[in-house]
């Protein structure tokens, strides 16, 4: 078998063109604010500003020197809570090494209201109520569901394995799948028999950030495959996922790049938009 490619770029120019409208109706704006330079940063950051302009949403980059402290990040924040004009805002991660170990407290300080990424505990919390109230879910288990939605691969009855546990993708993302009717499975890096439970998958996502972890033999034949790994390497950016064999094998796989990314930052739009929404209906 030769599995069907989906390609997320499709997927996402979908979603981008299908809030066009709203977006020149309500005209919100999304503010990234960037600390220091990390090149997959800038690269994440071009990204979202191209999406914007697709859109034709109004779009700011605060980019703040490395040396940036606490106090004058915190500032930032605060200012972008109480500026009206400011839709939805994103503080861009990793942060610089004498910041990050304050993330937590960067993201409790973002306004939910305005939490683009939906990364803060209340937009996280309400994703666990139900669909209907996952008004700003976080980005990437946002845009990996726009993804299966877009090809119509239903969730409903599956098994659904997910590789990682992180708060912003493996959590959410399961939480988001039960929400429509799967049967998930959440792996992390002391699971045992992992491959024999990933080789039970209809759909496998793997969200580890390990190049071609995931080999043929832990894929069923005929299963869906999701790579939101991504990882620079000498080949250049590597999913998670060993491309070329697990292909033969899988009735559909999402590549890297030009998978999930790109719905990632379609999702982030998305939000900035609901955001507004729900700001003007207060
Ligand atoms: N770094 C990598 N991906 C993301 C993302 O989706 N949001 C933020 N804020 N930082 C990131």
Do not use: W
Request: net charge negative; with cysteine.
């Amino acid at each position: 078998m030769s599995a069907k490619i989906l390609d997320g770029k499709i997927a996402a120019e979908a979603l981008l063109d299908s809030i066009k409208e709203d977006v020149q109706k309500l005209d919100p704006k999304l503010v990234v604010v960037q600390v220091g330079d990390n090149p997959a940063s800038d690269a994440y950051v071009r990204q979202k500003f191209k999406s914007c302009e697709r859109v034709g949403m109004r779009s700011e980059h605060i980019h703040l020197p490395v040396e940036t402290t606490l106090d004058e990040l915190m500032g930032t924040i605060e200012r972008l809570n109480s500026d009206d004009d400011v839709s939805g805002f994103i503080v861009q991660m990793p942060l610089p090494d004498a910041l990050q170990a304050h993330a937590p407290q960067v993201i409790r300080a973002i306004d939910p209201k305005k939490d683009a990424d939906g990364f803060t505990a209340y937009n996280l919390g309400k994703v666990f109520l139900s669909t209907e109230f996952e008004h700003l879910p976080p980005a990437t288990p946002s845009g990996v569901v726009h993804m299966l939605e877009h090809y119509e691969i239903s969730a409903e009855g599956k098994h659904v394995v997910i590789l990682g546990r992180s708060n912003i993708v493996g959590k959410p993302l399961a939480v988001m799948l039960i929400n429509r009717g799967a049967t998930v499975t959440v792996c992390n890096s002391k699971t045992k028999n992992l491959k024999e439970l990933s080789a039970g998958a209809d759909i496998l996502i793997s969200a580890i950030g390990k190049p071609k972890f995931v080999t043929e033999d832990m894929v069923k034949e005929g299963a869906v495959v999701i790579d939101v790994g991504i990882s620079r390497t000498d080949d250049g950016l590597t999913g998670d996922v060993d491309f070329d064999l697990v292909s033969k094998k899988a009735s559909a796989i999402s590549p890297v790049p030009g998978g999930v990314g790109p719905n990632t930052v379609a999702s982030l739009v998305r939000n900035c938009l609901i955001a507004k929404k729900r700001q003007s209906e207060n």
